[in-house]
């Protein structure tokens, strides 16, 4: 069966079972290796992608299912040497990144929930941050990194404001 | 040195930008369509004798390229011992062991082809817990044990004893006689803890020129190019090893395990072959943290002087020895740690059992017995109706004090760590009123680490454009020293910034040899290696630029990119141009420097069978942690936790923060949830993400912590390792404030709601041990 996408925004296509998970197409047949697979039972959160926006763990996502959907990988999220997606530069500048493993899944489950939530609470922060799981920061800085960056957007969006008055 | 101003700074991580867009490459990210893939066939019973192995079927499956038995690696490999094949030959020892390996070109075609092999084990009766293995006329899971090359002579053995460390200062039984003292006993047993790095190990090897290369997840490519030559028995100067990013290993990478292999396979079949543990492979197979089981027995007087000591420590090292026996060096000084003691003695044993081998975690062996002593110290406390802050203040380590071999400890640290810790609680305050009706409990608890020193090497080469490149076999495993620590040092040290430091992964081809990342010993040893580096470079500098400038070599100074004259900045010369001089003159700038222990004396006739003497470089930490216990359900509630860190100096307090936050909440989650357990067929129960229970964002509060500073360090700059000690003494903190909310006695781990339900009911019995005799004497080989 062939199955038709978009990858990153360039048209994919893929020939074979449709039960394969999108992890391993993206991995194995496109060497977009960004997305982890560490637990692949969908526990962890290291696979996370945005199909049409929302985030979804590809390692439990069947190829077949994003048919005519639009992926986006973190590659995809700041591509080339295009600046870095405003979440992405929060977490550089605080120095949050350890391993690494975790976070292109991190990234993009939580730069859906900023997007959505602007104006989260630390524990609603908190509460979005169960399904990826990191194991060498203790979540607390990743945490702050989130909140300051929330505070920075609305703090922008009122300077804005302020200037159209 | 004076002078850090350029070297103490929050420098971010440089490898940040590309682990955040996805672009790091880990081994487990550099697998390519033309490798073969190797799959291993592993044992699915804890102990049994192979009667038929054929693999005739499987050769002829489609896509198969090799098939290798323990036949073709019969070198054996270990920790002091070498009693570890790398696949089973003849015998079974533990559930998992891998037997064949077979590589592929799909992985899939290597899995089919695993199905075909025949394989006939005749199970005998498994050893599968201490008690088991130390009965009277247990089976001996390594009947052939006498016939081991012994690789470091000292330790006793005896059957299923791999190897037993003990020490013992003064005497101890006098100490137990005296009229006025109490004798207080506390036993407690720990489970296994599983690491879960992110990235599962993974070697991708290949057979180059005559030569093995490994590229590995690991955090030692020494070991792993060593350990590979003895296997497949070449001179290990026929293998080298290469490491990009590390996707975690917090231990369980600091041993060769599947590397070998895949030169094995690369050999025989002249292509490219990768393993890539699955993570049921990587749980099952993991090299935890030991189960433990702790006899400590002291003897107090009524004002709280400690007369006399001596424990009896067991550790699981399942069924290979691997670092259980090397750490059991370590309980002299963990549980040997901590407070002044007038005499001791300490057996501590590496069993064997027909269990997955275990390995190095995080502060190894310290974390449980730090829990088992500071929970007895409580005991204690609580026996002679003894307030425990005060307790410790009188009797923590000090200038002066001798430690468990008779180590000398230089200056008082852990006495002020605990007036700081008073300072941080003030300032924070406490936060009682937050249990809300539950049980309210804080404990504030002490702990005694160290840097594994050992030796290290690096090169400086100077380039034209003025930036230098470190080249050490350093490995960045996300701890950030490869990133952080190193290049501010050099930096400092050569007047650059630290992003003119290029800082060069391992190959073990360029560079000299390293014990590993790992005890906290990147920094201390890798940095003293480089700033000898450093120091050879400086010269060659000044050499040259005292000509070009006219100026005694003495007169100047490195700084801001210059060789400039002291006091002067902005005079002198760029360093990029008297680089490119010497490189005409007498070719390019190099500096090289080599570091490893000085060694520091213990007492004579104290220690037997131990790796490590006495401590280098002690680091002392002190815990404090408040928790609210749910009388109903069980369920622990971290409510605030309190960190003062002794850091010798620190180099980037943020990124020390960062350890300390990551650390304590490893340790949480062994205190609270985190359980390994052994099934009747000898199998690791919990190898998945929804049986292991790792800490998630829920479960985590800040760390508050206070970086103590100016602590004595032979480290260079005064460093001490940061990295590893944080998880030292959570579970000890953890287990004393549960304690204390409930009133029990805490003496296993972890402590899931059920296990504090039955505390508080009175149904949770404390450990016995039928298998440690009353008499310390009875439970050593001496």
Not at chain 2, 364 to 370: E, Q
């Amino acid at each position: 069966m062939t199955v038709t996408f978009q990858l990153n925004g360039e048209r994919c296509r893929f020939h074979d079972d449709p039960m394969t998970p999108l992890l391993d197409v993206l991995r194995r047949e496109q060497f977009l290796t960004g997305a982890k697979g560490v637990c692949r039972e969908g526990f962890c959160g290291a696979s996370t992608v945005h199909v049409d926006g929302e985030p979804v763990m590809s390692c439990l996502k069947p190829i077949g299912l994003v048919s005519g959907c639009s992926v986006t990988t973190i590659e995809g999220l700041s591509s080339g040497d295009q600046a870095l997606d405003p979440l992405q530069a929060a977490f550089e500048a605080a120095d949050v990144v350890q391993c690494g493993m975790c976070f292109p899944g991190m990234v993009m489950s939580l730069s859906a929930f900023v997007r959505d939530n602007p104006h989260a609470t630390r524990p609603q922060i908190k509460a979005a941050m169960s399904g990826n799981i990191c194991r060498c920061t203790g979540y607390e800085r990743i945490i702050d990194a989130v909140a300051d960056h929330l505070e920075r957007q609305k703090a922008d969006v009122l300077t804005k404001e302020a200037a159209h008055v | 040195m004076s002078d850090l101003s350029t070297t103490v700074m929050d420098l971010p991580r440089r490898d940040a930008r590309d682990k955040l867009r996805g672009r790091t490459r880990y081994t487990v990210d550099r697998v390519r369509p033309d490798m073969l893939h190797a799959v291993l066939l592993r044992s699915n019973v804890p102990a049994g004798r192979i009667v038929k192995l054929d693999i005739s079927a499987a050769r002829e499956a489609p896509g198969v390229r090799a098939i290798a038995t323990g036949h073709d690696a019969p070198g054996l490999y270990g920790i002091g011992i070498a009693d570890h094949p790398l696949l089973a030959i003849d015998t079974i020892r533990y559930h998992g062991e891998p037997i064949v390996a077979i590589a592929a070109e799909t992985e899939a075609q290597a899995r089919a082809a695993l199905a075909l092999v025949v394989l006939d084990i005749e199970p005998v009766a498994p050893v599968l817990t201490m008690g088991e293995a130390l009965a009277k006329d247990a089976r001996l899971v390594h009947e052939g044990w006498r016939d081991y090359e012994v690789l470091t002579e000292g330790g006793a053995r005896d059957g299923n004893i791999a190897w037993e460390a003990r020490t013992t200062r003064g005497d101890v039984e006098e100490a137990f006689a005296r009229p006025d003292v109490t004798i207080v006993e506390t036993t407690i047993r720990v489970g296994r803890q599983s690491h879960v790095p992110f990235e599962p190990r993974t070697a991708i090897g290949s057979w180059e020129n005559g030569r093995a290369h490994i590229e590995t997840s690991t955090q030692v490519p020494w070991t792993v190019r060593n350990v590979t030559g003895r296997v497949l028995q070449l001179p290990p100067g026929r293998v080298r090893v290469t490491v990009p990013p590390v996707g975690g290993g917090f231990g369980l990478k600091f041993d060769a395990t599947i590397e070998p292999i895949t030169a094995l396979l690369a050999r025989i079949t002249g292509r490219t072959v990768v393993i890539e543990n699955s993570r049921q492979e990587e749980m099952a197979t993991c090299l935890c943290r030991e189960n433990a089981e702790i006899l400590i027995r002291s003897a107090v007087t009524a004002d709280g002087e400690i007369a006399g000591r001596e424990a009896v420590v067991l550790m699981d090292c399942g069924a290979y020895g691997g670092e259980q026996i090397f750490l059991s060096t370590m309980t002299a000084h963990t549980l040997g740690g901590n407070y002044r003691v007038g005499a001791m003695r300490l057996v501590s044993r590496a069993v064997y059992t027909n269990t997955p081998p275990n390995g190095a975690f995080r502060a190894c062996n310290g974390v449980y017995n730090t829990f088992a002593l500071e929970r007895h110290t409580d005991e204690i406390c609580q026996a002679l109706d003894l307030d425990p802050l005060a307790f410790r203040k009188k009797n923590v380590l000090g200038d002066g004090d001798l430690g468990a071999t008779g180590q000398v400890f230089d200056g008082d640290v852990l006495k002020p760590m605990l007036e700081r810790m008073d300072t941080l609680r003030a300032t924070t305050g406490t936060l009682e009123e937050k249990a809300d009706g539950r049980l309210y409990g804080r404990a504030t608890t002490v702990g005694t680490w160290f840097v594994f020193v050992g030796p290290s090497a690096a090169t400086i080469n100077m380039n034209a454009d003025g930036s230098a490149t470190l080249v050490t076999s350093g490995v960045e495993i996300g701890s950030g020293t490869m990133m952080q620590s190193l290049p501010q040092m050099v930096a400092g040290q050569l007047g650059l910034s630290p992003d003119q430091v290029v800082v060069r992964e391992a190959d073990t081809d360029s560079a000299g040899l390293d014990v590993g990342v790992g005890g906290g010993r990147t920094t201390v040893s890798i940095g003293a290696a480089s700033i000898g580096a450093a120091a050879e470079v400086r010269d060659k500098l000044f050499g040259f630029a005292s000509e070009l400038l006219q100026t005694r070599p003495e007169e100047l100074e490195l700084v801001g990119g210059r060789v400039a004259i002291k006091g002067r900045p902005g005079s002198g010369i760029a360093v990029s141009t008297v680089v490119q001089h010497a490189q005409t003159v007498s070719g390019p700038i190099t500096g090289t420097g080599s570091f490893t222990g000085k060694g520091v004396p213990s007492m004579s006739g104290c220690a037997f069978g131990h790796f490590i003497e006495a401590l280098e470089i002690p680091i002392f930490v002190v815990h404090e942690a408040e928790v609210a216990v749910d009388p109903d359900t069980g369920h622990v509630e971290v409510l605030a936790y309190r960190v003062v860190q002794d850091v010798g100096r620190a180099l980037n307090r943020r990124a020390i923060m960062g350890q300390i936050q990551g650390g304590v909440v490893q340790g949480l989650g062994y205190a609270l949830h985190e359980a390994v357990t052994i099934a009747p067929d000898g199998r690791i129960r919990e190898d998945g993400f929804e049986t292991y229970r790792v800490p998630l964002a829920g479960d985590v509060v800040p760390v508050v912590a206070d970086l103590y500073e100016g602590a004595p360090s032979s480290g260079p700059l005064g460093t001490k390792g940061a990295g590893e000690v944080p998880i030292l003494g959570v579970a000890a903190a953890i287990g004393c404030a549960v304690a204390n909310a409930t009133g029990k006695p805490v003496r296993e781990l972890p402590l899931t709601p059920p296990r504090v339900l039955g505390l508080l009911k009175g149904r949770e019995t404390s450990p016995e041990f039928p298998h440690i005799a009353a008499s310390f004497e009875a439970n050593t080989l001496a």
